[in-house]
């Protein structure tokens, strides 16, 4: 089984890259950030942990991790940011690493996985090949003002808390 990592930067085309792979190569696909919110769901890896370390007022009316509220705690403190990947980074990559067991048993023959933080969590350890999907800076904006209705201070924010295309390359 051959096992790819994408990444890049937000608004660099990583989802019309893993569409193509998906249609073209019937890749398996795990989106790294929607594995994230699945285990943060109740009965999952992280939610306990989570609802441990900062307390039920992350919590919505209906016991759901209230992604608001969780965010506003964590990206105030640089010390709670920590904590956060700390239980869900691991939790991420060990469930990762479940399923490409699973894929391999299955004889899948393309894994890939799409993570921001590919690099940074050391993915090229269990992955065959690293990605980086770029686009100029000045269409990812575009892309991002017209699909996501992004405000340029915004762009700016997310792009500032990303790798820089050098770190990437």
């Known amino acids: 089984m051959r096992k790819i990592g994408i990444t890049g930067g937000v608004g ?12 073209e190569y019937k890749a398996y696909l795990i989106v790294a950030d929607e594995l994230a919110k699945e285990l943060e769901l109740p009965g999952h890896a992280c939610y ?7 307390g039920q007022e992350i919590l919505d009316e209906e016991g759901y991790i209230d992604k608001k509220a969780f965010a506003a705690r964590i990206f105030s403190d640089p010390e709670s940011l920590n904590m956060a990947n700390g239980i869900i980074h691991p939790a991420v990559k060990k469930e990762i690493l479940k399923r490409l067991e ?5 004889g899948t023959k ?15 350890a269990i992955l065959d090949e690293l990605w ?13 003002k017209k699909s996501r209705g992004y405000t340029d201070e915004k762009i700016d924010s997310i792009m500032q808390q990303q790798l820089s295309e050098e770190a990437f390359r």
């Open 12 to 23: 660099a085309g990583k989802s019309t890259v893993l569409d193509y792979l998906k249609q």
């Open 48 to 54: 306990d942990a989570l609802v441990e370390a900062f």
């Open 102 to 106: 699973e894929q391999e048993a299955a």
């Open 110 to 124: 393309l894994f890939v996985v799409e993570a921001a933080l590919l690099i940074e969590e050391k993915y090229d």
């Open 132 to 144: 980086y999907i770029y686009t100029d800076n000045a269409v990812r904006r575009e892309r991002l």
